[in-house]
């Protein structure tokens, strides 16, 4: 833009020019004095400036607003309304003036909403019986008080009407056998109401004959208002059941089945107890009968169990027998008349029977079509094991069993109770030997004759002068040393002794024999026997 102004300035007086915001050029400056007008000053008036209102809080009665961009306000209204925060109380349109730093001003404008402190309605509402309007189904003013988000108080009046419709029943269950008619006859409450009826099968009347399974409803009306009511109708078949039957009575009781076929649902009724379960318990043989209905009651099938006794068997308790014993079986017997006949599983037909064998044992009783039947264990423990039979010489002891069992007892005819009991005579001796399961076993020894002899002879020995093992020395049993030579690995004789206990201390011609291994030779005489024989064997010599 252009702007153009003279002006004539004398002596020291001074001009200033105010403009708007924009470009300016200065064109000609006329002056009788040049070298003056340097200190001509220009200046630009400011632009007008935003302001922004916002709003701080809002709350039951009040709403707090801040301007912001000047220094000083004025607002249009409120309880504050110089100061830059104001508080509102009345809805409206407010205006905020706003001056800066340059004196400048600026408007901004703002609608304002003030929540009411207490918010008040009423409502008139009309419904059909049966109906629910906001919680409410029956006639009558409402008052509610609540509170708004903001907290604020408020309360609603609602005048309700409710239209009345009567009331229709059906029976619980509408249930016949196919080929029969069933009416359908609601009871209506009350029954003096001017009302019509529509049902899905066209009639319009209060009640109706079917012939079919389905779903039958019924409108009922007002001329306001209408009300629906249903009932399935259920064509059913008898109910289908296993034939009369012949059972045997189990004691001490046991379970009738209705038996039912199919997997439909039926009610029971036994005349003998009154029971209305499938099942019954019974605790004696007898005639007992079931009715068998379908739900709706409108189909019912009997039949009849007769229950007879059955004999009663009890074998006992398991028996526990030592192997090789015998044991007899014999039942008690519980049965009211009638021959009984025995049928045992080892092929006996007898009331008892005698076995030896472990096993499982099954005796069937049977009186008429009924039996019982019980089954018994017979377990066999095993006898000691040992050698019943022995035969050993009369140098040795006599043992009751070859292995030392802590599990077994003795008992000998000479009344010891050892495992073990000295050498003796000639002869036959007998000793009973138990076993912890209380299973005995007698074993018979025999002695006879001297016993072969037996020769003790150490592996090494050390003649170093210790007193320990210095000798090679060799004990017999059952019979005498003659004699005793020993050899060198060469099979020269480096010691020779005859007598009954002959020694070698370990020299050869008074000299130390060397460390090695040597080969004795022992002669010897068994017990009443002149005959020579030998015994050889090797022995290591180290110092």
């Known amino acids: 833009m252009n702007y153009t102004s003279s002006y004539t300035i004398r002596g020291l007086e001074g001009y200033s020019i105010l403009l708007f915001p924009g470009t300016f050029t200065c064109l000609t400056i006329f002056s009788d004095t040049p070298e003056d007008y340097t200190n001509i000053t220009w200046g630009l008036q400011p632009p007008i400036f935003p302001v922004k209102i916002t709003e701080d809080s809002k709350s039951c009665g009040s709403t707090v607003l801040t301007a912001s961009g000047g220094t000083s306000y004025r607002w249009s209204g ?8 104001n508080t509102f109380e009345e809805s409206g349109v407010y205006s905020v003036t706003a001056t800066d730093a340059n004196r400048c001003t600026s408007i901004a404008l703002k609608v304002v909403n003030v929540p009411p402190k207490v918010q008040d309605a009423t409502i008139n509402k009309t419904i059909c019986q049966g109906e629910i309007y906001d919680g409410y189904s029956s006639s009558g003013t409402y008052k509610d008080n609540f509170k708004t988000a903001l907290g604020c108080d408020s309360s609603r009046t609602l005048n309700l009407s409710v239209i009345g419709l009567p009331q229709v029943a059906f029976n619980a269950t509408n249930e ?3 080929g029969n008619i069933v009416e359908l006859s609601p009871t209506i409450t009350p029954n003096n109401l001017p009302v019509s009826y529509k049902w899905t099968t066209g009639e319009t009347t209060s009640k109706i004959n079917v012939a079919k399974t389905g779903t039958y409803a019924i409108t009922v009306s007002n001329g306001a208002c209408s009300k629906s009511f249903s009932t399935t109708v ?5 109910p289908e059941l296993k034939p009369n039957e012949t059972l045997c009575f189990a004691s001490p009781s046991m379970v009738l089945e209705a038996g039912a076929l199919g997997t439909n649902t039926y009610s029971y009724f036994w005349a003998s107890s009154n029971t209305t379960n499938p099942q019954l318990t019974i605790f004696q043989p007898g005639t ?4 068998v209905s379908t739900l709706g009651g409108g189909c019912v099938t009997s039949r009849t169990i007769t229950v007879l006794p059955t004999p009663q068997i009890d074998l006992g308790l398991d028996k526990l027998t030592c192997e ?5 079986l014999r039942p008690n017997v519980n049965a009211s008349g009638g021959n009984i006949n025995y049928s045992w599983s080892n092929g006996s037909t007898g009331i008892e029977t005698k076995v030896s064998q472990s096993g499982q044992y099954i005796l069937t009783a049977t009186q008429g079509p009924c039996s019982g039947r019980d089954t018994i264990i017979v377990r066999n423990h095993p006898l000691p094991n040992i050698a019943k039979e022995a035969t050993t010489c009369n140098e040795k002891p006599l043992f009751a069993a070859e292995n030392d069992d802590s599990d077994l007892t003795y008992l000998w005819d000479s009344g010891e109770t050892t495992r073990s009991i000295q050498p003796q005579p000639d002869g036959i001796y007998r000793v009973k030997v138990t ?3 209380g299973c005995s076993l007698f074993r018979t020894i025999t002695v006879s004759g001297p016993c072969n002899p037996r020769f003790y002879v150490p592996d090494i020995f050390t003649p170093n002068s210790d007193g320990v093992n210095d000798t090679f020395k060799a004990i017999m049993v059952g019979g005498e040393i003659v004699s005793l030579t020993v050899y060198n690995r060469w099979g020269h004789p480096v010691y020779f002794e005859q007598s009954k206990d002959p020694q070698w201390n370990g020299t050869f011609k008074d000299a130390a024999a060397p460390n090695g291994s040597y080969v004795y030779l022992l002669q010897y005489k068994i017990q009443n026997s002149e005959s020579i024989s030998e015994f050889r064997g090797a022995i290591l010599l180290e110092r």
């Not at 090789?324 to 007899?328: D, S």
């Open 324 to 328: 090789g014993e015998a044991v007899t």
């Open 176 to 178: 016949f056998c196919e």
């Open 288 to 291: 007992y009968a079931v009715k």
């Open 234 to 238: 259920v064509v059913g078949k008898p």
């Open 435 to 437: 076993n912890q399961l």
């Open 78 to 85: 409120g309880k504050t309304p110089t100061n830059a925060t």
